[in-house]
């Protein structure tokens, strides 16, 4: 008899799994009635289903599952960021991303903002000169279903158990984990319609930001598809420096990617903008010159700054601009009207740089496996 891999239903946004209740001679409202159990009740198990009929519960668990990943460590910092490491897939080497909670005020309060920061890859291609992740190169594309199951898994993790839409620990999603989302996109296009579905998690676009190294056709097709909030890696802006720096410039050059901006927030009312992150490296990119290059490319663009004080890791040359040293950055910026902020460093406490807990579990798991890498450091 062949037997194949049961279906992970994490995998599929509502139309998707219309399909999958069609073929399996099922009414497709049944997938709303799924999609219900599994994000509005944080239901897995099929028994538990009750407004479906049995034999076709019985059915679903024979074909389906509904399985959130291995968590392989897990960390809480001080100021209640919690990290954790999550064994993807069933690669026998158990290969291993990063999901990051970042709350801020206190849940309840209208302040409050929960923001889950997900992996979309194993690693990532662009090799950005400053990025731990990018020194581990690709491994693969993380599949819709484990993009969707972070959310999942988080949300029950902080205690979300039974309504995960009520509790409300998770107000924000960014793809800012582990590797370039527009770089595996139509998962990540499937794992937002769930997030974005109201029998999903029920997020606002606004409130689902995608962050890219700027992969521009990519970018006029997330615009069309579902034009979420959007985060640019700029971090220089002038291309000799950016080549170096994000050496995906190379294909996709300043002028071509700020136009690809343009038309991104075009007709969208003043209040859609497009944060720019832009880490702060000591000596590279930090100096008076560098603020009035990024002043001067965005001058006249719907546009906030984010800067980011460097994360060190072990192995890089590069090390973070001294606090005075971004100050003064920010207020050249501000000063010229662009509304700057800096990121806090949270969880200073646990491995805080992206990418750093996986690769420290990972050299754990090399000397239990005997020499084999597990993603290749
Ligand atoms: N690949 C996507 C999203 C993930 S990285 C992107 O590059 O946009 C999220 C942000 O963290 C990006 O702006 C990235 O450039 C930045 N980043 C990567 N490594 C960093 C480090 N060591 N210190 C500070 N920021 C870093
Ligand atoms: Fe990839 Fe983003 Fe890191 Fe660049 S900064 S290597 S795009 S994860």
């Known amino acids: 008899m062949v037997t194949s891999a049961p279906r992970n239903l994490f995998g599929h946004d509502r139309e998707g799994l219309r399909d999958v209740m069609r073929e399996m001679g099922e009414k497709p409202f049944r997938a709303d009635q799924i999609m219900q ?5 944080g239901v897995s198990d099929f028994g538990a289903m009750t407004n479906i009929a049995r034999p076709f519960r019985e059915k679903l668990a024979e074909t389906c599952t509904v399985s959130a ?6 960390q809480e910092s001080r100021d209640g960021t919690r990290k954790w490491v999550l064994r993807v897939g069933d690669d026998a080497l158990g290969q291993a991303v990063e999901t990051v909670f970042i709350p801020e005020g206190q849940r309840g309060e209208a302040r409050y903002r929960g923001t889950l920061c997900i992996s979309s890859q194993v690693g990532c291609a662009m090799d950005c000169s400053f990025c731990s992740t990018g020194k581990q190169g690709l491994s693969r594309n993380l599949t819709a279903a484990e993009i969707v199951a972070q959310l999942w898994f988080a949300a029950h993790a902080l205690g979300g158990n039974g309504d995960l839409h009520n509790q409300r620990a998770i107000t924000n999603v960014v793809f800012m984990g582990m590797g370039e989302p527009l770089a595996n996109y139509s998962a990540v296009l499937t794992a937002i319609r769930v997030f974005l579905d109201d029998f999903g998690f029920g997020l606002s676009k606004r409130r689902v930001t995608v962050s890219t190294s700027g992969l521009v056709p990519f970018m006029d097709r997330l615009r069309s598809d579902c034009d979420t909030a959007l985060a640019v890696s700029l971090h220089a802006a002038d291309d000799a420096l950016r080549n170096e720096l994000v050496p995906i410039n190379r294909k ?10 343009r038309r991104y927030t075009r007709d ?3 209040k859609m903008h497009i944060v720019y992150e832009y880490v702060m490296l000591d000596g590279v990119n930090d100096s008076d010159a560098n603020a009035r290059d990024l002043i001067r490319l965005l001058g006249d663009m719907p546009a ?9 890791f072990p192995g890089t040359s590069y090390t973070r601009s001294p606090e005075a040293r971004v100050d003064h950055f920010a207020n050249l910026l501000r000063r010229r009207g662009l509304i700057t902020t800096v990121r806090r460093t949270r969880g200073d406490d646990i491995d805080a740089a992206c990418g750093q807990l996986v690769g420290r ?3 754990r798991q090399r000397n239990r496996l005997g020499g084999v890498p597990v993603v290749s450091a």
């Open 37 to 41: 159990w599994i994000y509005r009740h």
């Open 69 to 74: 990943p291995e968590v392989l460590e897990q």
């Open 252 to 261: 996709y050059p300043l002028k071509e990617l700020m136009d690809a901006c």
């Open 268 to 270: 969208r009312g003043h």
């Open 304 to 312: 906030k700054v984010n800067l980011i004080p460097f994360n060190p």
């Open 361 to 363: 579990v990972n050299s």
